[in-house]
């Protein structure tokens, strides 16, 4: 039904009152669906004792959302922008659990407080076995969306409503809860029906790719443009090529319901074999490949290996053939690949294994770190490691840009959009990355009101420009960076909840340089790096003590700045001494030494691992054998520290040689 008039409203009320105290069915004012929901709900003795909806306890509520943790998660972002299309229409927007519990809502402040009086809120009761005929509990008993107006409701109280929700299915296709927009029926809009459908679509599509990260999963569609949007079909197959699970528009595209599909194979639905596939994936990054059906329907597809492995491999990221650096497309830097970042240390080995795992899952990673310890350098390389290496690599730094500016530069403008603007217009950074990878570098300090926007984007994959009415495709991975704990940011209100944990994929911590085993390793490399020579540049004894005992508050940064003016300073010698150093450096490591660290009485010759047991055993003795305080002091966690000390000489070891 569309927009109801009083008379309509009238006659549907009288409707179901006679169908109440005579059992009549009324001719044409009701659609099937919903005088099934009368019969049940009639049968079951619904409201017979004249109470109201009943609410669950709070603590029950805690408990059902705990259960429901990931649906939550998935569907408080669609919610939101579910929302902001109904917003001022007098209504809200709800989800429900499997067994039509509300756990979460939003809503317009005007029409709250009216459904609160009807336990239209979190932990009102509205399956159909409480709550009669209504579109929560109906959607759920009936596995369809449905739409429930006015005096369509069982219970005449909710008369003054119009509802319209989905059932939310998992990946393996058990109801998992509904989603809803409920409001006042005089406000109700035709097209509420087909925003809740298409929304409870979205969450389902998101929960892919985290509920089979070991399997193969598939996504495709008639027309190419389609995949990685709402309509594409994604499906789900073991490594050896067992159909594991589809989404609805999958379904429909195989020509088979969640029964009719269950122990099919790969090679029973498409006229090609799952390595054959996955070989043709691995010679193309970001492939969108010709697929055909066992019906001979042709299809284009996309394939995401998963991380278990499969009947043919993609080569792992550090055995991948070497780029040519002209090769590469315009914007796109020089390739830099991920084992170039490893130099010995432990912490930085696990981060970038855990980083191959997902590299070619689509998975939105978040780097966080402190200011210099190299968040760009690692998204490069996790760039180049990916599917769309060949596609270019655009960095934007959300803290340096004016907060007048950055959504232009993001979203970019079309001509004449706003005084001052470009004559021709500008395609924003998210434009220009697709097809390769947006670095959104201290996303933390991106304006609250640009957040919901780019979120959008994140979630529809096109983007509209300012003074623009049409909008743009983009296919792109993202990347993004902070020197700052985002939690305590979205605590503070700051950052978007939801915004976070759609960046939130993966969350690598890289660690202080102070905290780093490879210190040294890490400096011969970047020397090597400057060296514009053919013979190689050395570090001195002193030189390498003072870079083991260094606090590097500046991170890689300060140590590749450090050593650019050193090289600068050698003229032919081609070793680096303590007075090549800058002095605010040799200030720092001063502090940090402590006046019980005699730098004049130790050998040029003795071993880093000697030095380190030294400065360890000081450090000890300034915080009284307090080891938590010492490794604090140190820059390293209290297991390493206990780890150094079984490993270390002892610090009173052999007696320097003469000469020292």
Same mark, same amino acid.
């Given at each position: 039904?569309?927009g109801m008039?009083?008379?309509?409203?009238? !006659?549907?009320r009288k409707a179901?009152?006679?169908f109440?105290s005579q059992g009549?069915?009324?001719?044409?004012l009701?659609?099937?669906?919903?005088?099934?929901?009368?019969q049940r709900?009639?049968?079951?003795?619904?409201?017979?004792?004249g109470?109201?909806?009943?609410?669950?306890?709070?603590?029950e509520l805690?408990?059902?959302r705990?259960?429901?943790?990931t649906?939550?998660l998935?569907s408080?972002?669609?919610?939101?922008?579910?929302?902001?299309?109904?917003?001022?229409?007098?209504?809200?927007?709800?989800?429900a659990?499997?067994a039509? @519990?509300?756990?979460?809502?939003i809503?317009?402040?005007?029409?709250?407080?009216?459904?609160?009086?009807?336990?239209l809120?979190?932990?009102?009761?509205?399956?159909?076995?409480?709550?009669?005929?209504?579109?929560?509990?109906?959607a759920?008993e009936e596995?369809l969306? @449905?739409?429930?107006?006015?005096?369509?409701?069982?219970?005449?109280q909710?008369?003054?409503?119009?509802?319209?929700a989905?059932?939310i299915?998992?990946?393996?296709?058990?109801?998992?809860?509904?989603?809803?927009?409920?409001?006042?029926?005089?406000?109700h809009?035709p097209h509420?029906l087909?925003?809740?459908?298409m929304?409870?679509?979205? $969450?389902?599509?998101?929960?892919?790719?985290a509920?089979?990260?070991?399997?193969?999963?598939l996504?495709?569609?008639?027309?190419?443009?389609?995949i990685g949007?709402?309509?594409?079909g994604?499906?789900?197959?073991?490594?050896?090529?067992?159909?594991?699970a589809?989404?609805?528009?999958?379904?429909?595209?195989?020509?088979?319901?969640?029964?009719?599909?269950?122990?099919?194979?790969?090679?029973?639905?498409?006229?090609?074999?799952?390595?054959?596939?996955?070989?043709q994936?691995?010679?193309?990054?970001?492939?969108?490949?010709?697929?055909?059906?066992?019906?001979?329907?042709?299809?284009?597809?996309?394939v995401?290996?998963?991380l278990?492995?499969?009947?043919?491999?993609?080569?792992?990221?550090t055995t991948?053939?070497s780029?040519? $650096?002209?090769s590469?497309?315009?914007?796109?830097?020089?390739?830099?690949?991920?084992?170039?970042l490893?130099?010995?240390?432990?912490?930085?080995q696990?981060?970038?294994?855990?980083?191959?795992?997902? $590299?070619d899952?689509d998975?939105?990673?978040?780097?966080?770190?402190?200011?210099?310890t190299?968040?760009?350098?690692?998204?490069?390389?996790?760039?180049q490691?990916?599917?769309?290496s060949?596609?270019?690599?655009?960095?934007?730094?959300?803290?340096?840009?004016?907060?007048?500016l950055?959504?232009?530069?993001?979203?970019?403008y079309?001509?004449?959009?706003?005084?001052?603007a470009?004559?021709?217009?500008? @395609?924003?950074?998210?434009?220009?990355?697709?097809g390769?990878?947006l670095?959104?570098?201290?996303?933390?300090e991106?304006?609250?009101?640009?957040?919901?926007r780019?979120?959008r984007?994140?979630? !529809?994959?096109?983007v509209t420009?300012?003074?623009g009415?049409g909008?743009?495709?983009v296919?792109?991975a993202?990347i993004?960076?902070?020197?700052?704990?985002?939690?305590?940011i979205?605590?503070?209100?700051k950052?978007?909840?939801?915004?976070?944990?759609r960046?939130?994929?993966l969350?690598?911590?890289?660690p202080?340089?102070?905290?780093?085993?490879d210190?040294?390793?890490?400096a011969?490399?970047?020397?090597?790096?400057?060296n514009?020579?053919?013979?190689?540049i050395?570090?001195?004894?002193?030189?390498?003590?003072?870079?083991?005992?260094?606090?590097?508050?500046?991170?890689?940064?300060?140590?590749?700045?450090?050593?650019?003016?050193a090289?600068?300073?050698?003229?032919?010698?081609?070793e $680096?001494?303590?007075? !090549?150093?800058?002095?605010d450096f040799?200030a720092?490591?001063?502090?940090?030494?402590?006046?019980?660290?005699d730098?004049d009485?130790?050998?040029?010759?003795?071993?880093?691992?000697?030095?380190?047991?030294?400065?360890?055993?000081?450090?000890l003795?300034r915080t009284?054998?307090?080891?938590?305080?010492a490794?604090?002091?140190?820059?390293?966690?209290?297991?390493t520290?206990?780890?150094?000390l079984?490993?270390?000489p002892?610090?009173?070891?052999?007696?320097?040689a003469?000469?020292?």
């Amino acid at each position: 039904m569309g927009g109801m008039t009083a008379e309509e409203v009238n !006659d549907l009320r009288k409707a179901r009152e006679e169908f109440l105290s005579q059992g009549i069915r009324p001719a044409g004012l009701v659609s099937d669906t919903i005088f099934r929901s009368w019969q049940r709900s009639a049968e079951r003795g619904i409201g017979q004792d004249g109470k109201a909806p009943r609410c669950i306890p709070p603590s029950e509520l805690v408990h059902r959302r705990d259960q429901s943790n990931t649906l939550l998660l998935r569907s408080q972002p669609v919610m939101e922008n579910l929302y902001q299309e109904i917003s001022g229409t007098s209504s809200m927007v709800l989800l429900a659990d499997s067994a039509g @519990v509300i756990l979460h809502s939003i809503g317009d402040p005007v029409f709250v407080g009216q459904a609160q009086k009807v336990a239209l809120k979190p932990g009102g009761i509205w399956s159909e076995g409480v709550t009669g005929t209504n579109a929560i509990g109906t959607a759920l008993e009936e596995q369809l969306p @449905v739409q429930v107006q006015s005096s369509e409701h069982f219970f005449d109280q909710h008369r003054f409503l119009s509802c319209s929700a989905a059932p939310i299915f998992d990946p393996r296709g058990a109801i998992l809860g509904a989603l809803d927009v409920s409001g006042d029926f005089r406000g109700h809009q035709p097209h509420t029906l087909a925003l809740v459908r298409m929304s409870a679509q979205i $969450i389902e599509n998101q929960m892919f790719a985290a509920e089979f990260p070991d399997d193969i999963v598939l996504s495709f569609h008639l027309k190419p443009e389609f995949i990685g949007t709402l309509y594409e079909g994604i499906a789900v197959f073991s490594p050896q090529g067992d159909f594991i699970a589809a989404n609805r528009s999958a379904l429909q595209q195989f020509g088979r319901d969640r029964f009719r599909i269950i122990g099919e194979t790969f090679s029973s639905l498409f006229r090609l074999s799952l390595p054959k596939l996955l070989e043709q994936a691995r010679f193309r990054h970001q492939p969108v490949l010709k697929l055909q059906l066992q019906s001979g329907a042709e299809l284009y597809g996309r394939v995401r290996p998963g991380l278990s492995p499969a009947p043919s491999p993609l080569l792992p990221p550090t055995t991948a053939p070497s780029r040519d $650096i002209k090769s590469c497309p315009i914007g796109t830097p020089p390739p830099l690949l991920l084992h170039e970042l490893e130099s010995g240390d432990r912490t930085m080995q696990a981060l970038l294994a855990k980083a191959r795992k997902v $590299i070619d899952h689509d998975i939105t990673i978040m780097i966080q770190g402190e200011t210099g310890t190299g968040k760009e350098l690692l998204a490069l390389a996790l760039h180049q490691a990916g599917p769309r290496s060949n596609g270019p690599f655009v960095p934007i730094n959300c803290a340096s840009i004016p907060e007048g500016l950055i959504e232009s530069e993001l979203f970019g403008y079309q001509e004449g959009a706003f005084t001052g603007a470009n004559r021709k217009g500008h @395609v924003g950074k998210i434009r220009e990355a697709h097809g390769g990878t947006l670095f959104l570098d201290e996303i933390g300090e991106m304006p609250l009101l640009l957040q919901a926007r780019l979120l959008r984007v994140l979630q !529809d994959r096109r983007v509209t420009p300012l003074g623009g009415t049409g909008s743009h495709q983009v296919d792109l991975a993202v990347i993004c960076a902070t020197n700052r704990l985002v939690r305590d940011i979205v605590a503070a209100g700051k950052f978007r909840e939801d915004l976070y944990y759609r960046l939130n994929g993966l969350l690598l911590t890289l660690p202080g340089l102070r905290q780093r085993e490879d210190k040294i390793p890490l400096a011969r490399k970047i020397l090597a790096a400057l060296n514009r020579t053919d013979s190689e540049i050395t570090l001195h004894p002193d030189v390498l003590r003072i870079f083991v005992q260094h606090p590097w508050p500046g991170n890689i940064r300060q140590m590749h700045n450090l050593l650019r003016t050193a090289v600068a300073l050698l003229g032919e010698r081609k070793e $680096i001494l303590i007075d !090549d150093l800058v002095e605010d450096f040799l200030a720092q490591a001063d502090l940090a030494a402590g006046p019980e660290t005699d730098t004049d009485n130790d050998c040029g010759g003795t071993s880093l691992v000697d030095l380190e047991a030294r400065h360890i055993a000081a450090t000890l003795d300034r915080t009284g054998g307090n080891v938590s305080a010492a490794a604090r002091q140190l820059g390293m966690g209290r297991t390493t520290l206990y780890r150094k000390l079984r490993s270390l000489p002892s610090p009173d070891g052999p007696s320097p040689a003469p000469g020292c």
